[in-house]
Each structure stands twice: as structure tokens, then as C-alpha cells.
């Protein structure tokens, strides 16, 4: 209908998990260092969600040397897909990951 799906916003967020400041990046919302994010998109950058829980990082799914992240909403329960970015702490990853 629209591209109103994908709309960029970067804007800077304090983690609401370990307290670090988060540099946006306008396509994510999970923090670097603990890879927790928030939920606030519907879909990715459109801040359309209401719920606001903490989410947490449950998961990692590998897929030909990409990362995703599976989130877990602690309020609602949703699940979301995430990618991983390239500042993502990799320890933080591999911690989650288990053995890749
Ligand atoms: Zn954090
Ligand atoms: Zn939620």
C-alpha cells in the first residue's frame, strides 16, 4: 500500500537491560553488548508496537555465516527474528549460540 513499513529512524537508546548506550542504526533495536532488545516494531525501524517489554535473546539461528537473533518478549510473549550486526558483541553471540 505504502512503504510505511519501512520507515528509518536512527535514533540513539539506552539499553533497558545493562545500561548501555546504543548508537541506532535505524534498522535495529537490540543492544550490542547484550544483544536484549525492546519491542517496539511491528515492523523493523516502524515503532508501531505498544507492548515496550525488554526482549530477550533466546536464540541464535546460523544460516550461510549470517546470525540471527531470536527474540523473546518478556511481556508478551512474541518471538521476532533478528538480524545480527556487524557490532554485535561476538562473545555476547557465541555465549548464546553455544557451539557453532
Ligand atoms: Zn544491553
Ligand atoms: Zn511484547
Given at each position: 500500500?505504502?512503504?510505511?513499513?519501512?520507515?528509518?529512524?536512527?535514533?540513539?537508546f539506552i539499553c533497558g537491560h545493562c545500561g548501555a548506550?546504543?548508537?541506532?542504526t535505524g534498522y535495529t533495536n537490540h543492544c550490542p553488548k547484550c544483544l536484549w532488545s525492546?519491542?517496539?516494531?511491528?515492523?523493523?525501524?516502524d515503532r508501531a508496537e505498544s507492548c515496550g517489554?525488554?526482549?530477550?535473546?533466546?536464540?541464535?539461528?546460523?544460516r550461510s555465516g549470517n546470525f540471527d537473533i531470536i527474540h523473546q518478549c518478556q511481556k508478551c510473549g512474541a518471538l521476532k527474528k533478528n538480524k545480527a550486526e556487524e557490532n554485535d558483541d561476538a562473545e555476547a553471540i557465541i555465549a548464546l549460540a553455544g557451539e557453532i
Open positions: 500500500m505504502s512503504d510505511a513499513n519501512f520507515i528509518k529512524l536512527k535514533e540513539n548506550e546504543v548508537i541506532g525492546k519491542h517496539v516494531d511491528i515492523n523493523p525501524g517489554g525488554m526482549m530477550e535473546p533466546i536464540e541464535i539461528e546460523t
